[in-house]
Each structure stands twice: as structure tokens, then as C-alpha cells.
């Protein structure tokens, strides 16, 4: 939810990270005041929401049938129902995650331990927009963290988490671990996006941009652009700015505390949108939502784009069937069955884009662009 997330998810399975956008339906209002930055507990006024369907929007709808993907699915989904195992199950995930972090040299205490010496509590204030509203499902536990990305420890290690999880992502067989391969990743998408748009971009906005490492992505290949960042965790987004901080600090490099469905920023004035890993930890509902915005927020012939893991890869495919590999998998990513179910490039199209073109940016993920009509 990177995007709106720190995302943690199970690398050696080819899964991924990003912080998550959702749609601001929901009052769910943060009091910086309440929460410890030591150990988040944050007030929240929350009305109820409908949950998010599971079916396909083409009519096929995967639970009806009998496939050996379904029925593994439908089994992983009732563990996950019971509340002790999902417990489990996020813990263990996240351990691993940060066992990989000290294999690959990036080991997590020292890091966090500096971070922790940061009067945070300033850079809340200084980012937080309090008319922002959480949707519920954004306010539940999340990636292995009680409060999602709502809380200071999933915003100290979202970069952490970025490098361990992505760590053998162009090793199918899992045989070498790369600490550069989140940048790697990051980079290839970068390389088979620029060919496919039709201009050079001089203004973007980067939806779910987390603690920023996708916005400063973007400033590097097109240095001479306005590029900002927006995401709708206010802890992701005081890390940002701290960060920008200890960069080279760039006017060119904003960030907003906002949702990806409303953010408030002017109506076609953008020439490209990008969305990098965000998709597959939001419901369909606010992905269809997002598009809507990204198309009013593009000019004319201005670009959408996507980096997201690929329904169609053949690993991603075996993971599914495979219950064990999936039960891991469901314990950081409770969207990805809606994600993978979901004809995304239709309904790009249908909201007035032209058909969306894509290719891949590694054995598992794949790069989606499409022009504003």
C-alpha cells in the first residue's frame, strides 16, 4: 500500500514492496500529538467501509472455479482469516526479511539506530496534511506492521526492507543475492519506460512514492523536471523530506502528504504519472480510482505509468499454486489475489487512455505506459 508503504514483502518469493495509495472515503484522522515515536499508538476516527470484491471484472470470476490457482487461493485466504496464524505468519516474514538485510551487508539496528535519534515529531508537523482521510482498509495491519504505514517503523525501513526483498529479483533460481538490485529494478523500469513515451516529461507526479526513492528515481533520468512525490503516509513523507535534506536539495523535488485519488494538485498540468509498485497492494476500487485521477491530472497525450509485478509471469503463476509459497506471500500482501484478477490494462483504456503498452522489467515484474487521448 511502497507505495503508500514501509512495505515489507517476501523477496525469495518474488515478492515486492511499495508504498500503497488509497481513497480518502474515510475519516481517519491523525493526532501527531497521541503517537510515540518510539512505539506508535496513534488515535484514529474511523467509519465503516464496505470491503473490496474479490471478483474479476471480465466476468470470470477466479473463485468460482476449481483451478488448482483458485482452490490454493481460497485455502490461503481462510488460514489468513484466523487471526493468530496471520500473527504468525507477518512475524515470520518480516524476520526473514531482515535476516536477508545483514546477508546482503545492509544490516538494520545501526540504521535504525541513528534514525531514532531524529526529533520526528517536527518533521510530522512540518509534513502532515490533517484533512487527509484513511479509507479502513488502510488502517489495519499492514506488511507486518500492527498499524500498516500509519506508524514511524514502517517509514525508518522502507529502504531497508526495499534492498532485502528485491535482493535476488533478477535471480529466478535464487541463487546470488544482490544488495543493488532494488536499484536495479528501479532502473529497469526507468530504461523501458523512457523509449515508449512520446515526449520528455517536464512535469511529474509519482504516486505512492513512500520515503521518496521512486521520486528521486524519476529526478535522475529527467533532472530537469518538477517531479512530486505524493503519498498517503504523513511518517513516509517526513522521511522524504528528511531525507531531501541530507541530499543535494533540489527546488525540481516536492513531496505531498495526500491520496493518490485526490491530491489536490492542478488538473492537466502533468506530463507523465507514475505508479512503481503501488498497484498490487490497493483494491481494484482505488487502482480504477487512481487512473481517474491520473488522467485528470495529465495533459493531453501525457503518460501513465506503471511498474508492477507481472500477473503473467510464469513465476508468479507457480508461486500462486504453490500453498506454502503463497500462504508466505499472503502475510504481507493481502491485495495481490485482487491485484492478479484484475484486468488493469481494460481499464486504463476504458477511462480514456490509449491501449496500454508493456513489457517486462524483470522475471517478474513488467513496465505498463499508456497516452492520455
Not at 171 to 176: F, I, R, T, V, W
Not at 249 to 265: C, I, R
Request: aromatic share 10%; glycine share 6%; net charge neutral.
Amino acid at each position: 500500500m511502497v507505495g503508500s508503504r514501509c512495505v515489507l514483502a517476501m523477496s525469495g518469493l518474488g515478492l515486492d514492496l511499495c508504498s500503497p495509495i488509497r481513497n480518502p472515503t474515510i475519516s481517519a484522522h491523525l493526532d501527531s500529538s497521541s503517537c510515540n515515536t518510539r512505539n506508535v499508538s496513534c488515535k484514529y476516527s474511523v467509519a465503516p467501509q464496505k470491503q473490496p470484491s474479490n471478483t474479476v471484472d471480465d466476468g470470470k470470476n477466479e473463485s468460482s472455479g476449481f483451478s488448482p490457482m483458485s482452490i490454493g487461493s481460497a485455502a490461503v485466504n481462510a488460514l489468513f482469516s484466523y487471526e493468530p496464524f496471520f500473527k504468525f505468519a507477518a512475524g515470520q516474514a518480516r524476520s526473514m526479511i531482515i535476516e536477508r538485510g545483514t546477508e546482503i551487508g545492509h544490516p538494520w539496528a545501526p540504521e535504525l539506530a541513528k534514525l531514532r535519534t531524529h526529533d520526528w515529531s517536527e518533521e510530522l508537523k512540518k509534513a502532515q496534511n490533517k484533512q487527509v482521510e484513511y479509507p479502513s482498509y488502510y488502517l489495519k495491519p499492514f506488511h507486518a506492521y500492527e498499524y500498516g504505514n500509519l506508524s514511524w517503523d514502517a517509514a525508518w525501513e522502507v529502504e531497508l526492507a526495499a534492498k532485502s526483498v528485491h535482493a535476488n529479483i533478477f535471480d529466478p533460481e535464487k541463487q546470488k543475492l544482490d544488495p543493488n538490485g532494488d536499484a536495479e529494478l528501479r532502473n529497469s523500469y526507468h530504461r523501458t519506460m523512457v523509449p515508449m513515451l512520446k515526449t520528455t516529461p517536464h512535469a511529474i507526479v509519482d504516486l505512492g512514492c513512500a520515503t521518496g526513492l521512486s521520486t528521486y528515481g524519476l529526478h535522475e533520468v529527467f533532472p530537469n523536471a518538477l517531479t512530486v512525490g505524493v503519498d498517503l503516509s504523513p511518517y513516509f513523507i517526513s522521511v522524504a523530506n528528511f531525507r531531501q535534506k541530507q541530499r543535494s536539495p533540489s527546488k525540481s523535488v516536492q513531496f505531498l502528504h495526500g491520496a493518490a485519488e485526490y491530491t489536490g494538485l492542478p488538473s492537466g498540468a502533468y506530463d507523465l504519472v507514475s505508479l512503481c509498485l503501488v498497484c498490487h497492494e490497493l483494491p481494484r476500487t482505488a487502482t480504477k480510482q487512481i487512473i481517474e485521477e491520473a488522467h485528470r491530472l495529465l495533459k493531453p497525450g501525457g503518460a501513465l505509468a506503471i511498474m508492477e509485478m507481472n500477473p503473467y509471469s510464469p513465476l508468479l503463476q507457480k508461486m500462486v499454486t504453490n500453498i506454502f509459497a503463497f500462504t508466505a506471500f499472503k502475510a504481507t500482501e493481502p491485495y495481490f489475489d485482487d491485484y492478479r484478477t484484475f484486468g488493469i490494462e481494460r481499464a486504463i483504456e476504458e477511462r480514456g487512455f490509449s491501449f496500454p503498452t508493456q513489457t517486462e522489467c524483470s522475471p517478474r515484474h513488467r513496465t505498463i505506459v499508456a497516452h492520455k487521448k
